[in-house]
């Protein structure tokens, strides 16, 4: 009577480049803007003294603080959605207990002969160990959204609208600088390609992205000053939902 009691793994190292890519074409996308700036100014003009507060109560009045500017940029962002898959084979070595009484084991008209367990010898069964290959496949997915920091965001701080008909033109006419740098492929890979490392041979393996592309979103920059002090300070705000933006990223112009 034979059992498989336990198996040893034998381990092959292995790069991380993986035998077969697709990457999609990145998109361009550029969100409409919802929001005019007239809307903006009467937001700002409510909230405006609280960007001059000291200490939490010492208010400036409204007549002190002046709206020197409103201006219209694009934040960019990369979403992008992809997997990793590898079927691939490694060795291993089964070891199987048998009788004490047993000479010799016979499978596959392989011969076998038994011996006493290293890990403790005076056990009353004997062991043979067989060499062979197991086969696996494992499988990764992943939908990202980075800012252009590369910094990764939860969706819902990215508002949706429908896309503008022209992005290029409104780019163009904007002077966004277009993000060209694969930080978001970067960051999916070290996110999904973990290639194992007990690999004997590949039987498939793909690393896929199916959608890749850089969105730019409108927002408002509102610029104010302190007439009794000088100080300037800046609101942003979202130009979708009007919303404040509670932690705003450098300005383009100031990066």
């Known amino acids: 009577m034979t059992e498989s009691v336990s198996e040893e ?3 092959i190292s292995t790069t991380t480049t993986p035998s077969s890519e697709k990457i999609a074409e990145r998109s361009i996308i550029v ?3 919802r929001i005019e700036p007239n809307v903006i100014e009467t937001i700002g003009e409510q909230t405006k003294t609280q960007l001059f507060t000291r200490f939490g109560f010492m208010k400036p009045k409204p007549e002190e603080i002046q709206l020197l500017s409103i201006d219209k940029y694009y934040e960019p962002y990369m979403a992008i959605s992809g997997r990793y898959m590898i079927d691939y084979y490694r060795k291993c070595v089964y070891t199987v207990k048998v ?3 047993v000479h010799e084991v016979i499978l596959s008209n392989q011969k076998y002969k038994p011996s ?3 890990d403790n010898p005076t056990k009353d069964h004997n062991v043979i160990k067989l060499q ?3 086969r696996l496949t494992t499988e990764a997915k992943a939908s990202l959204i980075l800012d252009k920091f590369g910094q990764e965001i939860k969706p819902k701080e990215l508002p949706s609208t429908p896309p503008e008909p022209n992005p ?4 163009t006419t904007y002077r966004v600088k277009e993000i060209t740098q694969d930080t978001d492929l970067d960051t999916i890979r070290s996110r999904i390609l973990k290639r194992p490392k007990d690999i004997n041979r590949l039987n498939n393996e793909l690393f896929e992205i199916n959608e ?3 969105i730019y979103t409108p927002r408002y920059r509102a610029l104010y000053t302190n007439l009794k002090t000088g100080e300037t300070k800046a609101i942003e705000y979202d130009g979708i939902t009007a919303q404040k933006i509670q932690h705003p990223r450098p300005h383009p112009q100031h990066l």
């Open 132 to 134: 062979g290959e197991e």
């Open 212 to 214: 890749r592309a850089i």
């Open 9 to 11: 793994k034998i381990v």
């Open 31 to 33: 969100y409409e803007t």
């Open 116 to 118: 006493q367990p290293t």
């Open 99 to 101: 009788d004490n009484k």
């Open 168 to 171: 290029k033109e409104i780019l």
